[in-house]
């Protein structure tokens, strides 16, 4: 269904002694002539798929949802725990782009292990935390360059090495992961917190990326060619988009310098601010805004699980960048996202909450798949890692104070009013926007 069996009596040999190093870049693969065997890019995506769900999902959704307790312990302020979020959102994209040239160095799998032990250790030392000064350091500084370096980057960039024609599917398949994973958090943070204390949880999540570190260890491989095979399974369609090099020229080589120059780099990072605000600060006030708005403890996270797994949804619909324009898809995403998260301001009842929950999680979902394949559309896979890298470290910026202000916001005015409403609005003027993209041209730099 998604690529033929390879043949390893069509492959070159890369070492001669048929060694491999499990840390190496390099996996020499002996070629015995007739021997086969089958595609290694979808076991990988399913690989992937576990490693993003369980390195990314922890992190993200549980501050958010441990916030009440978290600000009844230390005492913290709604300001001070949105700081504590929207650093943390920073610095997963501050470690983007060093994760990229990591990966260009050393490869994948190197830098993904190196961003789970960051992430185990920040884990246990947030578990140990006491005043705000160490929940920035150990959640935010060391959790965030954690998962931006071993989870955001490296898993979508598996899907741009081991595919060409199902880069899209691909893509929306690993990151659907963080939807169904994360819903599943905010369940078992749930739990956590009615049976236990919130600083096991952080325990916990500090040895399951020990666990990581041993699955990426035995399991990931860095590109087709450690294996002797192709992008798709297939060594005939070798070209990395027809329809962009048609459009953009083919053969360009789109370095980072060339990239920034072009007009689609702004407006894909304004795309990134777009879908990453709303998103970061629902998930990071939702609970206390359903809370303020009448809902129990258990009638929010309700609402907020639902949310986090309908953005699995809108992930899976981000796929559909295979089969149409990757940027209408991303542009009308970004549309629905703000619609939602006008929905969201005035929701005093169940109906509402869930409906324009489930319009943020859907257009989020779209629009963070279709960000990636639209950037590998226009400029080849070649300089993936590191420009998406930049796009979400220029979105990061934007992000790391979203959540802060929101909270001080609320703790001004005692409403979220201004910081739904500004945010609704932007996020649908950047999604018109959007729909004007066209791949750049090389003749315009």
Not at 74 to 91: K, P
Not at 213 to 233: E, H, M, T, W, Y
Not at 361 to 385: C, M, P, Q, T
Not at 424 to 440: D, K, S
Request: proline share 4%.
């Amino acid at each position: 269904m998604f690529g033929p069996r390879v043949a390893l009596g069509e492959r070159r040999c890369v070492g001669r002694l048929g060694y491999h190093d499990s840390l190496s870049n390099n996996f020499d693969t002996p070629v015995l002539k007739g021997q086969s065997i089958p595609f290694y890019g979808w076991q990988l995506v399913g690989i992937s798929w576990l490693l993003y769900g369980l390195g990314s999902g922890p992190a993200y959704y549980s501050w958010p949802f441990f916030t009440p307790e978290i600000m009844a312990d230390i005492g913290l302020t709604r300001a001070q725990t949105g700081t504590v979020f929207g650093v943390f959102g920073f610095m997963i994209m501050f470690a983007c782009p060093i994760s990229g040239a990591a990966i260009a160095r050393w490869g994948i799998r190197r830098t993904m292990i190196a961003g789970h032990m960051c992430g185990a250790i920040g884990f246990w030392l947030t578990s140990q935390a006491e005043s705000f000064t160490d929940c920035i350091i150990f959640f935010s500084v060391m959790v965030g360059c954690g998962m931006g370096f071993g989870s955001i980057v490296p898993c979508q960039t598996i899907a741009t090495e081991w595919f060409n024609r199902y880069r899209g599917r691909a893509v929306a398949i690993i990151l659907t992961a963080g939807g169904i994973f994360g819903s599943a958090v905010t369940w078992f943070d749930s739990l956590i917190v009615k049976h236990f204390d919130y600083r096991n949880g952080w325990q916990f999540f500090a040895l399951m990326e020990l666990v990581l570190v041993a699955i990426v260890c035995f399991l990931v491989r860095n590109k087709p060619s450690d294996l002797g095979q192709f992008p798709d399974g297939n060594p005939i369609d070798l070209t990395d988009d027809p329809e962009n090099e048609k459009e953009s020229g083919s053969g360009t080589q789109w370095t980072v310098a060339r990239t920034i120059k072009t007009p689609q780099f702004i407006v894909l990072l304004l795309c990134n601010v777009g879908f990453l605000i709303p998103w970061s600060v629902t998930v990071g006030h939702g609970r206390l805004h359903l809370q303020d708005a009448g809902f129990t403890t258990t009638a929010a996270a309700g609402v907020l699980s639902v949310m986090v797994f309908m953005s699995v949804i809108g992930r899976i619909c981000g796929g559909l960048g295979d089969f149409i324009k990757a940027e209408r898809v991303l542009a009308w995403s970004l549309i629905l996202e703000g619609l939602g998260v006008l929905g969201f301001l005035f929701a005093s009842g169940a109906l509402m909450a869930y409906v324009s929950t489930i319009a943020i999680a859907s257009g989020f979902g779209a629009s963070y798949i279709s960000l990636s394949v639209v950037v590998a559309r226009f400029y080849g896979k070649d300089g993936f890692a590191k420009i998406v890298g930049i796009i979400y470290l220029g979105a990061g910026f934007f992000n790391a104070f979203a959540a802060g202000i929101a909270g001080r916001i609320y703790d001004q005015h005692g409403s979220y009013n201004m910081a739904f409403a500004s945010i609704a609005f932007t996020t649908i003027a950047i999604g018109l926007l959007a729909l004007r993209l066209r791949p750049p041209k090389a003749s315009a730099i």
